[in-house]
């Protein structure tokens, strides 16, 4: 069974500093990986995905990730935080090749940027 | 165009109700997921279904149920509910079954 950890309940980063939040994958076979955000109320929004290719996806709103397959990692980042990046950051992991996409949660980051 | 809309965006239960909960997919998404996230926790995956035929069923019992229509919209159903069901309940939309998943902003379910 696919599984993702992310070993941080909260990350604080000044705004204008590197934000990163890191997240480790278990799954069988080369995975499908994907960052979420969620705002207070709402329903996730996608950020970026990773299934083949380039080690470092780029994504939406000055995001991007790195696999990193030997470290089964996909973290995170952004070279500069704004206030308004303060969230919910959830991983996901899907299995390949199911013919489903039933993507297996971690149990998030909260995101605290400081003015 | 509209995203992923879904209906009620609140409901308050008691025990041994049950509720359904409604989903309209972006439009030309074939592929419907529904999630449970409990309060401080990451969704976890329910069912999908695709092309009206169900197409995953996470680990959770017998009293869920969920169904697709010709449309494309979906329903999902928990019957004889429990305090333990209370949650947003999310749904998700794409085009196809292995593209990323677009959400819904949630059904918040409260059992008294």
């Known amino acids: 069974a696919q599984s993702v950890a992310q070993p941080e309940d909260q990350v604080n980063v000044a705004e204008g500093n590197p934000l990163t939040v890191k997240c480790t994958y278990s799954?069988?076979?080369?995975?499908?990986l994907f960052w979420y955000v969620q705002y207070p109320n709402r329903g996730l929004q996608f950020l970026l995905k990773?299934?083949?290719?380039?080690?470092l996806v780029k994504g939406s709103y000055g995001f991007e990730a790195e696999f990193n397959k030997s470290q089964t990692s996909f973290h995170l980042k952004k070279p500069s935080a704004l206030v308004s990046d303060s969230a919910l950051y959830f991983c996901?992991?899907?299995?390949?090749?199911?013919?489903?996409?039933?993507?297996?949660f971690g149990k998030g980051n909260q995101v605290v940027v400081i003015p | 165009d509209a995203g992923v809309t879904q209906s009620p965006t609140h409901l308050i239960k008691t025990r041994g109700q049950h509720v359904t909960l409604r989903c309209s997919p972006i439009?030309?998404?074939?592929?419907v997921s529904w999630y449970q996230q409990v309060l401080g926790q990451g969704p976890q995956f329910i069912f999908q279904?695709?092309?009206?035929?169900?197409?995953g069923r996470g680990n959770f019992p017998d009293r869920f149920s969920a169904r697709q229509f010709p449309n494309y919209s979906s329903e999902l159903n928990v019957n004889a509910l429990l305090l333990g069901d209370s949650a947003l309940y999310l749904c998700?939309?794409?085009?196809?079954?292995?593209?990323?998943?677009?959400f819904g902003d949630g059904t918040r379910l409260s059992i008294l």
């Open positions: 439009s030309g998404h074939k592929s």
């Open positions: 998700a939309s794409s085009s196809l079954p292995n593209q990323p998943q677009h």
């Open positions: 799954v069988s076979g080369n995975p499908y």
């Open positions: 279904y695709y092309e009206k035929e169900e197409r």
């Open positions: 996901a992991v899907s299995p390949p090749g199911e013919g489903n996409n039933r993507l297996a």
């Open positions: 990773y299934i083949t290719g380039d080690n």
